[in-house]
């Protein structure tokens, strides 16, 4: 496997908090990587600095090759590696269907395609997808009215209609009633193995990001604290520790 | 009643109503411009969410622009303004025409360059700092214009008369009006329902969410405002047209009539709606003109409360009411029960 992600020695600091420090990773493309880590540790502090949201301090952010740590959110969502957020960010005024319109991939239209109507072919791509998610029935309630896990259903979607090359997936899980978090995990697999989409995951839950990663790292005090496969980060005393101290 | 009998009734009212009330065409003209302004304000305000007050620049500029090339087209502009209307300058009707026909697209034009100028630097700016900027942009616009000798500065420009008589030119001024407003109106009506119209919406909505999902947010900005501004612009070169004569800071940049006015006709009508603007601008030149007979005087004082009465009770507008009280005519589904994920 190649990487497509490529994270070396990125530091990110608030003020005087240190919320990453000297951070070097990679993700394999084709697969699904973990991040995990106690509240605070720098997960999605590390997310923003890879999707350009913020400037880093320090290091060097590759995708596919390419040097993106000076480049802008829009223009590095238009290389095809997108992000969802933590707090959930959809367009509450509209309905299901609408935000899934919204989302079509912009990156792959001309200025001419932007100033044509939806075509049948994507709305039937937006209904296939609230059907993968599970929201069919309601796509024509206004996303606002969804409860809080439908609504990261929703983004989760409105996210595969972009076709993303990589998705940033910040705490997919968190909020999702519990019984539905095993058809979510189904569905994050198929996104990996159907549509071949790469995925990186911050997850809080470690039942959850055990079940579906090839590879995961903890951070702890914004710092790399281990990394491997599944079994031995769960065998991981440091990463034991991490978590329990944690509570 | 199907929507196609709809707009041919309100088509066949548009024709009629100069002639059957010759008496009021003026006042039609300048209806159909608070509408035009008021719909172009509501394609970055309303759809967009970027309330620009400075739009007015832009009308200013129209005039302006149709004024150097009608007269441009004839004879050298500084010698023109330096005479003050001392020499002698004629027009034929030939020229007069020509210079109308020319000067209406161009002020468009010009004025949809200047946007996407403007808009690049302003456009950086977000809510207030947005308003604000514009804002500052008009005013500056306005000094510059009224401190520039070769277009008539503070003294403001005159425009040639138009050459046959004056019934009928009340008439041609109102028919460019609602030509240009009806234009804008199904432009608006067909944009609002392409990906370029949900792509506003959803930087209105949430444009860091729109940045995160790779839309070209800047790019679709300008040509928003652009757009806007093309319409504006237009309509300000009629108006050029039809005042005759014009001075920069009362006329031309007025900020605080028809620069404030625009917003007030959307937020009354339902901003981010297609009929919004249009009903707003009715409701609010009925308001204006019964308060201008009868309240002489204290007409500022009656405008001024209906802003605040808007601003702090109604901000959704009568559309945004209706839409309140009647999803249903919107199209909004409200719950269902069979939903289950
Ligand atoms: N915008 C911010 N300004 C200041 N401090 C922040 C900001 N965002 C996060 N932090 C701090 O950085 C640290 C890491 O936060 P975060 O990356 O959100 O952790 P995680 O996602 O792992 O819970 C925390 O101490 C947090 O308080
Ligand atoms: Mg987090």
Redesign the pocket.
Known sequence: MSTIIDVSSVSKS??G?K??TDISLTVETGGITGLI????????????SIVGY?PIDEGSIKFEGQEISKKLVPEIARLGLLRTF?QTRIYGEMNCVENMLISLPHRKLSLTDAFKKNTRADRDKAEQFLDFVGLYEKRFLQAGSLSFGQQKLLEFAMALMNEPTVLLL??PTAGINPTLINGLIDRLKRANSEFGITLFI?E?NMRVIMNMADKIYC?AH?EMLAEGTPAEIQDDQRVIDAYLGAH | MSKTLFYIILGIITVIAPFAFPAFQTQLATLWLMIIVAQSWDMTGGQMGYNSLGNIFFYGTGMYVAAVVTIGLVYPVGEYTGAAGGGIYTFTPDEYFLGMALSIPAAGIFCALCAFIIGYVTFGLRGPYFAIGTLGVAIAGGEMVSNWDWIGGGQGISMPSYPYNFDQFKTVIYFLYAILGIALFFFCRWLYQTRFGAAINAIRDDEGKAEAMGIHTMRYKLIAWAISAFFVGAAGAISAFQLIHFEPLETAYQTINLGIFMVVCVLLGGKGTLWGPVIGAVMFHVFKELTWNYFLGWQWVALGALIVVVVVFFQDGLMGYLKYKRPEWFGIAVDTKEAKV
Do not use: C, M, R, W
């Not at chain 1, 880590?37 to 923003?48: A, D, E, I, R, W």
């Open positions: 608030y003020g908090v919320a990453n880590g106690p509240n605070g540790s720098g997960k999605t502090t590390l997310f923003n913020h933590q910040d705490e911050i809080h951070l914004g």
